[in-house]
Every structure is written in structure tokens, then in C-alpha cells.
């Protein structure tokens, strides 16, 4: 009687594990039906001690600065949308995009536009569909000139101590060695340096299906 009695808890907290499993893990697929800011703002110490302004992303053009994050759920991407606060001249660019935890390169936005002319302006592009799946990914920026500044996260002085912490053991913060090119993202990220000094803000971006 006992062991049955066992048998039936460890099925009923099984079932129980699984419920829980399955309503952590939702999928968002459905255009107009959810979207999340890169790179899981809401989570970001990194991001808490920032205002929402004009940001500088790339401190040197074509750089790729990263900053690391967990989705929680299963989103599929089709659509990144973003506002360019200060353009620099015709023909510049920038991009937001998402490697995985390797740095393999899963999705780039594709060149928004950094003319001047665009400031203020809502920007949204189109790419073909992509499902990322719950896990650590990195979140990337780029510009193909310093001066462009999309909308974005820019911190003050408690960011050096804010990297100092999420670094300590692995780059979560950082600048990647392999550079932009034509208004791409390059399709891996190469080794990481942690941000220790020239901090660059966060661009916002908006990942939805």
C-alpha cells in the first residue's frame, strides 16, 4: 500500500514538473502577439543604472559590442524595429541582431537606415523568419560610423561596476573581435574582451514575429 502510495506522489509531482515546465516554455509566434526588447532589458542590471536617450553603440565604426541575455520562452522573429535619435551622413547604417551562446550569428536586422534625415523617425525591417528557443544568447549592435545614435540605454559611472560583476567570470559585456562589414553582422562573433573601459550604451530594439 505504502509503495503504491509512493508510486502515485512521484507520478502526480512529475505531472506537476512537467505543467510547470510547459507554461515557462511558451511560444510566441503570432505576428502582433508579443515581442521582446533586446537584450532582455527588463532583466539587465547592466541597463538599470541608464536613461533612455540618444546612444552611442559602436565606439569605433563597424565595432560589435554584445551584451548577453536568457530568453525564457520560444520567439519567433520576423520583424526588429527601432528610432534613430542622431544620424550622421548619407549612406550610414546600423544593426542589431542575435548570436547564440557559441557567437554563431542566428539573425541580423539588416541595415537601418543612419542618415540624419531619418532622426526621430520609427524604423522597422523585415527578415525572414527566425525561431529562437529558449536559452543564452547575445544580443549585438553595431554602426557603420561612430556618431550614429539610435534610441537607446545610456549608462554613468555605476556601469563600470555593474561589468566589473557580470564579467568576473565570463564576458558578458563586451567587444567582439570579428568587426561589421556592408552593413552586416559578421556571422561569428570571435573572441569576446570584456568592457572595462570606453563603455558604449544599449541600443533599443524591439524583436517581435
Known sequence: MKSSIRFFAAVLFLAVVTSLSGSAQASFSTVGGGGFWGP???ENAHEWMGEVTAATISANSNEVRVRQFILQSSFT????TTI??????????????IYSASGNLLLDSGPFNGDYTEDGLVQTLSITSVTLSPGTYYYAQTASESGIQPTGLVGNSSISVIDAIANATTSRFAVAANAASGGALPSTLG???AETSNWAGTGLAFFEP
Open 191 to 193: 573572441a569576446l574582451t
Open 84 to 97: 534613430l535619435s542622431n544620424g550622421s551622413f548619407s549612406g550610414t547604417t546600423f544593426n542589431f541582431g
Open 77 to 80: 522573429i520576423g520583424h526588429i
Open 40 to 42: 532582455g532589458l527588463c
